[in-house]
């Protein structure tokens, strides 16, 4: 089956550093994506990942291990308009060789002045 | 920049009526769209995968008869709540695949505004 963890809530202060943490269970991975969702609104992609490694896009970046099922979103230099829900999602290949995009739970990002 | 055009944004409706929702690529052709339902401060729930010109695939638990999807053009794709009720009472969000410019071409999910759906 397959299985996306999150946290379910984080606080931290303007300016700081989090790290929001992603643990993944799929049968036929194929790629982690992140998302930013605000309240009411449609989520908003932030970064993709598919091999192992650290990518950086500005004050966000993405890690991967596929090894450990397991992924992070860092955000720096956090501003108040960061405060959203960020959703881990799972790129999964069926086994008639369709994709689905599964998503995680969501961690609720509270970013406090 | 791609955009999926979602209508409507709020709607709602008597208990027993159908609700149409329209997803529209705007600037290029998706063949597969995504349909999701959100629970308030819950994720996104994949409900069914539209395929233009074929039939929908349904996740697990989702009734084919309730949640009726048509892909009938490269552009759009339909979600129809039929006989609706207070429990159908969602967010409902449509998405389409847009491959990333760049290096890394993958498919990535571009999301419409979400529907809203209230059910009195």
């Known amino acids: 089956g397959q299985n996306i963890d999150q946290p379910t809530e984080m606080t931290a202060t303007e300016g700081a550093i989090v790290q929001i943490n992603c643990t993944y269970q799929t049968s036929g991975f194929n790629g982690l994506f992140w998302y930013q969702q605000h309240a009411g609104e449609a989520p908003t992609f932030l970064s993709y990942?598919?091999?192992?490694g650290l990518e950086e896009k500005g004050r966000f970046s993405s890690f991967l291990s596929r090894s450990k099922g397991y992924s992070y979103l860092l955000l720096k230099e956090l501003q108040m308009k960061d405060s959203a829900s960020y959703l881990c999602a799972v790129r999964d290949q069926t086994t008639s060789g369709t994709y689905k995009y599964i998503f995680g739970t969501g961690t609720r990002l509270k970013v406090l002045a | 920049g791609a955009v999926v055009s979602q209508h409507p944004s709020w709607v709602i409706c008597k208990s027993g009526t159908s609700v149409k929702i329209e997803c529209r690529s705007l600037?290029?052709?998706?063949?597969?769209m995504f349909w999701y339902r959100q629970f308030p401060k819950q994720s996104l729930m994949l409900m069914a995968t539209?395929?233009?010109?074929?039939?929908?695939?349904?996740e697990q638990g989702v009734e084919k008869d309730k949640f009726l999807i048509n892909h009938a053009s490269l552009t759009l794709s339909t979600l129809t709540v039929t006989s609706a009720h207070p429990e159908d009472s969602s967010f409902y969000i449509c998405?389409?695949?847009?491959?990333?410019?760049?290096?890394?071409?993958?498919?990535?999910?571009?999301f419409g505004a979400g529907s809203r759906l209230t059910v009195l």
């Open positions: 998405s389409a695949r847009m491959r990333l410019a760049g290096g890394s071409g993958a498919n990535v999910l571009t």
């Open positions: 600037d290029f052709q998706a063949t597969t």
């Open positions: 990942n598919v091999l192992d």
């Open positions: 539209s395929n233009e010109g074929s039939k929908a695939t349904y």
